[in-house]
Nanobody, 126 residues
Framework: VQLVESGGGLVQPGGSLRLSCAAS????????MAWFRQAPGREREFVVG????????YYADSVKGRFTISRDNSRNTVYLEMISMKPEDTAVYHC????????????????????WGQGIQVTVSS
């Protein structure tokens, strides 16, 4: 299983960006997928998760209403749409997945995900 993130870069405060996570050796139509991020000097934190069975989405309070997770089954790719971005969104963003459908209380836990992308830098600055 390989996950590859793309779409990162520099964006001004208030701007938008879309990250992609392309998978090989794995089908996103099942299991659970999440985005995490790690800012300099801080621990990696949960951003958003999705349980494809049932269509449940879970968002960190800091991004609720601004970030949206979606997927394109034909491309086996998951997207993170980010709008109204803030300087505190600056971080390295990682996608992660597991073939298991996690229970809701564990979607935010990093150790539940077996497969990780290498991460991509997102910088929000004027």
């Amino acid at each position: 299983v390989q996950l590859v993130e793309s779409g990162g870069g520099l964006v001004q405060p208030g701007g938008s960006l879309r990250l992609s996570c392309a998978a090989s050796g794995f089908t996103f139509s099942r299991g659970t997928m999440a985005w995490f991020r790690q800012a300099p000097g801080r621990e990696r934190e949960f951003v958003v998760g999705a349980r494809w069975s049932g269509g449940n989405r879970y968002y960190a309070d800091s991004v609720k209403g601004r970030f949206t997770i979606s997927r394109d089954n034909s491309r086996n790719t998951v997207y993170l749409e980010m709008i109204s971005m803030k300087p505190e969104d600056t971080a390295v963003y990682h996608c992660a997945t597991t073939p298991r459908t996690l229970i809701a209380s564990t979607v935010r836990l990093m150790h539940e995900y077996e497969y990780w992308g290498q991460g991509i830098q997102v910088t929000v600055s004027s």
